[in-house]
């Protein structure tokens, strides 16, 4: 199980970025996903998470008090993929963002991917 996440980057304060997360070997309907950020010399903490139904369509998001209103996170079926809209962004955003994906079998984690707010 691998995911590959991209789209991080050097953005000015203020400005948006649009990170994805795409895994290889299985598709990501029916399981519940979502995107952790670290920022240096601070622990883990999530961003936002989306859950699934029974039916394969999506759930209700999640997302941490500091982000919400500013990212928007979803899934694109169609793509395998999931997104994290960030909009607004300001220097305490900078941090490395991983996706997850919560299966039966364990979470499994995407490589990170960096993102630097600068003012």
């Known amino acids: 199980v691998q995911l590959q996440a991209s789209g991080g980057g050097l953005v000015q304060s203020g400005g948006s970025l649009t990170l994805s997360c795409t895994p290889s070997g299985f598709t990501l309907n029916y399981y519940t996903v979502g995107w952790f950020r670290q920022a240096p010399g601070k622990e883990r903490e999530g961003v936002a998470c989306i859950s699934h139904s029974n039916s394969g369509s999506d759930g209700s998001a999640s997302y941490a008090d500091s982000v919400k209103g500013r990212f928007t996170i979803s899934r694109e079926i169609a793509k395998n993929t999931i997104h994290l809209q960030m909009n607004s962004l300001d220097r305490e955003d900078t941090a490395v963002y991983y996706c997850?994906?919560?299966?039966?079998?364990?979470?499994?984690w995407g490589q990170g991917t960096l993102v630097t707010v600068s003012s």
């Open positions: 997850y994906v919560w299966k039966p079998s364990g979470t499994y």
